[in-house]
């Protein structure tokens, strides 16, 4: 037997036990009213992701490598982008994005274009309604964020709002897809076509949601994506960059990578066949180009080990949807007959929802806070809608921004309304007993 030969055996040998392992250690328990805990979301996983971890961990790679272009490949040919960019978070994404949309590089490939890169004082236009870090790129940036309020129902930007926030100075729309509803789409392309405005989508909490039949992600010149374990398919930490804008491939790439010029995936060496043949910036001739930095950037690469657990859970995805949709569609019937006490979600037409959480808004009268207790008191976790209204959260309330009208549904969302999950974990039973505890909360 050779080395190679007694290496594959000993490997096999090794799944076999993860997946032993797996059966013993990963079996889920019964579920138990009031004692077993419900939450808003969670892994959902089986020995395969497990084998996976372990295969990719045996080959040593660690750092991005086969794993993570076979799984960026299975992403990029999902949205038919140019471009997918794993990265180590959702948040990571986003700064990747408007990053990339600041960067001087951009400019020689926008000279026929009246898009235009960011400058600092830029204004981008984004709800108040947001997580904390869809908004951050945009200050660390130095781009002036210009508030738009949110809709109870969706919790996503108004769009009757959008075309009267946009002044002098507005050069993109940030847009989440807040708990997996689509904003409306057709209203949002359709001003930023007119005004010449980027479209940055934070599809994070929205894999797999369509508008008009075609997948989110794929209408703005980027869009994010987490695969945090909350979300729909997980890398435990791990996010992606759709590139829709091929103008825009190139520096995102370098901008993840160092800020480097040299395109060569990890472990190449020459992929352009000229790495000593480059003269860029004030370097000498022939200076190495995988050691030419054309952009300041970061490393915000994910590892191997992350993207081999993705590889599987992509191929679960679409079960994943399908799980978190008949969820969400359980709890709109089993709670419809409290529509004098609970606003439920309102779902666009046009949107085929793929929800991160079911979203609920007590109506007046009822406190909050005591209908989040009695089901936390029950064993069944629940989350506020991200940041609320985003201007009154300690860290955001100096920092430079317009208001466009008033905030005051943002602050109705922040008061009034949680989420419960929908998440692929979720049994019949558990769902069952979560509408009995809702409806108990109201006798």
Known sequence: ???????????????????TYYEVAHRRKPFVPMQTRIPYAGRVYDDRELVSLVDASLDFWLTSGPWTEKFEDSMRRMFKARDFLMVNSGSSANLLMISTLCAPQIDANLADSPLRRLMPGDEVITP???FPTTLAPIIQNNLVPVFVDCEVGTYNVDPKQLENAIGPRTRAMFLPHTV?????????????????????????DALGATYDGKLVGT???????????????????????VVND?????????????????????????????????????????????????????????????AAIGVVQFGK???????????????MNGLADLADKLILPRVDPRAGLSPFGFPITVREGIERLRFQKWLEEGNIETRLVFGGNVLRQPGFMNIEHRVAGTLEN??????????????????????????????????
């Open 219 to 241: 209408f703005g010149a980027l869009s994010s994506i987490s695969f945090y374990p909350a979300h729909h398919m997980t890398t435990g930490e791990g996010g992606g960059v």
């Open 317 to 331: 995805l679409d079960q994943f949807i399908a799980a978190r949709r008949r969820n969400f569609d359980r709890y």
């Open 180 to 204: 997996g509803m689509p904003f409306d789409l057709g209203t949002v392309v359709e001003l930023c076509e007119k005004h010449n405005l980027w479209l940055i989508e934070d599809g994070c």
């Open 246 to 306: 091929r103008r825009l491939k190139r520096t995102a790439l370098s901008l993840r990578d160092w800020g480097r010029d040299c395109w060569c995936p990890s472990g190449v060496s020459d992929t352009c066949q000229n790495r000593f043949g480059w003269q860029l910036g004030n370097l000498p001739q022939g200076y190495d180009h995988k050691y030419t930095y054309s952009n300041i950037g970061y490393n915000l690469k994910a590892t191997d080990l992350q």
């Open 410 to 443: 943002s602050d109705r969302i922040m008061n009034d309304t949680l989420f419960i999950g929908v998440y692929p974990g979720l049994t019949d039973d558990m769902i069952d007993y979560v509408i009995e505890r809702i409806h108990k909360f109201f006798q």
């Open 1 to 19: 037997m050779t080395t190679d030969e007694t290496a594959d055996s000993l490997k096999q040998e090794i799944l076999a036990k993860v997946r």
């Open 128 to 130: 108040a309604v947001t």
